[in-house]
């Protein structure tokens, strides 16, 4: 039910918000996004557990990351305390030890964001199959920010925790 429920959500807020802001706005990509990611948050607990092979981090992916600013970003959320709010919500989570819990975190997390971009793309190709160039540019470049970066985050986490040898001699702060 909850997965309708974001459906609803999102396709709500990409519909409506085309009609009253219109898909060249920022605006109107803002607001789509805001929806992917409930959309996100209330599917990807349903879809976690599929193709599992998908969470595996290869050793060269958290140095393309940092290149990308995503450790850059990492540490910023970290340093105005968002990452601890995170954790905070990832303690009562599914696992037993605090690692098995954090791991799993970094996988729903993504997952979401993962559906989040699908639904980023889908919205993409719409618009421009609608002569919304810009708009789709827009949709994209923001759930990149949104979606792109959180994932590639929750990857050097989930690296750094399988790998803490690397982690401490590879990346900055490590």
Do not use: C, K
């Amino acid at each position: 039910m909850p997965a309708v429920v974001g459906i609803i959500v999102a396709a709500g807020l990409a519909i409506a918000g085309w009609r009253f802001i219109g898909p060249d706005h920022l605006a109107y990509a803002i607001v789509v996004q805001g929806g992917f990611t409930f959309l996100g948050l209330l599917t990807g607990p349903l879809f976690v557990d599929t193709a599992r092979r998908r969470y595996a981090v290869t050793s060269a992916e958290p140095r393309i990351y940092a290149l990308l600013g995503a450790d850059a970003l990492r540490r910023l959320l970290g340093r105005i305390g968002w990452n601890s709010v995170i954790g905070s919500l990832r303690e009562h989570g599914e696992g037993h030890t605090r690692r098995t819990r954090l791991l799993r975190g970094t996988e729903l997390s993504e997952t979401g964001h993962i559906i989040a971009g699908v639904a980023t793309l889908l919205l993409a190709a719409v618009a421009i199959g609608t002569a919304h160039v810009a708009g789709a540019v827009q949709v994209i470049l923001v759930g990149l920010v949104l979606h792109g970066y959180p994932i590639m985050i929750q990857r050097i986490v989930r690296h750094r925790l399988r790998h803490p040898r690397d982690a401490r001699q590879g990346t900055p702060e490590g």
